[in-house]
């Protein structure tokens, strides 16, 4: 493939046309700066893999939300907790949900959103390049003042080095790219999960009877225990889209391997879960992806910008994920429209100087932002998680299942005799009355 000769002809580039590559070039494009996207993909969301759902309270503030290709809007929320053989679930419908817009929640279709969305930053100027895999960054040779900075990138192209003032790296989660170039340590395996995901075929009535939806409703559901992921951190998923259902597997890397855990027969016994069977049979599977989450938290988030180049979504690992909460759609498009404002501020478009204050108003911006207040306020989650694996894993749902069971038996024994032995049954389970009230104190961020 012929390289267009792009070398020095632009004020940035974006390596990644995913959320965060897009909403980055968009925020830069509306400032008149010359921008130039690069996607391995042949299309941008063909190598892009989520859920899910789509957060979109900062998209609207970028782009006309009502042209762009969502699939339903989140009508219904579960949490499930599974044994190997029982679910107990939450179910919320709040009737504020059904209305525009929809607790900025949607579920879409990667492959048709990320084009879109991309299309958005074109119209508004940014130039796509797909198909082009950024191999490397170009730095500054030494001798002068700018040694050692950022100036550009190396692609797989014939004669692929193309040089510009500010590089945004927004390559995702598999982050080679920063990697590479000493912009941030390699992920820590205990730092990532692996996700499993296959999206399953159906009629669109078919989808709206089982999960009692009119129109564009969907749902979202989450599930935790022995019965979603076995013994390992992590948690099953199923969202609706128009005609088909996305469902899923993520659990901790670490777990994957202590025991050997294989993502593809997790998502079998996963689909084959007596509460989650009914919900998915019948599809005939069109799409079938694996992918890494990065969820280390605040602590594993590298320096945001260095050398001249920024970091922005799964690349600086801006993912939260506490178990109640699994947002990294909404993190991606703030950090990348925050990133793209902040070198539309840096450079000079005229003689391509770059004003390194401005660039630092980068992080210090979404320090002020939900994306970093959020990261640091469910810190805690996921150390406590594998800390208390067994008891919120195996130990909590087995405790659930009995005590409802008891609960709710019709027998000849009066039910007061079952109410106690449910009491018990749950006391038991997490360390009588003291233990309770120790967990409640240990996990009260999740409420607050
Ligand atoms: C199974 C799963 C379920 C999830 N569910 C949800 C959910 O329901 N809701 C939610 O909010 N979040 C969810 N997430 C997280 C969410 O998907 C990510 O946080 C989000 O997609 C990050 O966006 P991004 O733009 O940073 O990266 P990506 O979406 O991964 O985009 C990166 C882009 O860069 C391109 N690229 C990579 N390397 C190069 C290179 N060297 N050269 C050129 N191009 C390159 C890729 O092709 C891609 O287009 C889920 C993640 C997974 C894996």
Redesign the pocket.
Known sequence: METPDYDNEFDAIV???????SAAALAMANQDLDVLV????QS????????????TPTVRELVDIDDAPLERYVAEKRYGVLTETDETAVTMRPGEWLEEPHNDSYTVL?GSF?EWFAEQAVDAGATLLTE????GLVREPGGGAAEGRVVGVE?DRPDGTIRAPVVVV?????S??SEGAGLRDHHDREDVAV???EVLKFDRETIEQRFRLNGDQGV?YNYFGEGAVGDAVGGG?I?TNKRTVSV?V?YSIEDAVASDQNPEETLNDFKQHPAVAPLVRGGRTVEYSA???PEGGIDAVPDLVSDGALL????AG??LNNGVH???????VES?YQAGRAVAAAVDGDDGSVDDRALATYPEELADSFVVQNLQHYDFFQELAVEDREFLFSELPRALADAETEYFAVDRDPKEAHAEAAKDRLLDAAGGYVGAAKRAWKYRKLLS
């Open positions: 390596v990644g046309a995913g959320l965060a590559g690069l996607e391995r993909g941008p969301g063909t190598k892009n893999v989520f859920g899910g759902v789509l957060y990667r990320d082009t895999t950024v191999t692609t927004a390559e995702g989660a598999n080679l790219v996700a499993a995901k979202a998923f969202y899923g993520a992918h890494a989450i922005a979504g799964d690349a801006l993912v699994l947002e990294g759609t909404n993190m991606a990348g």
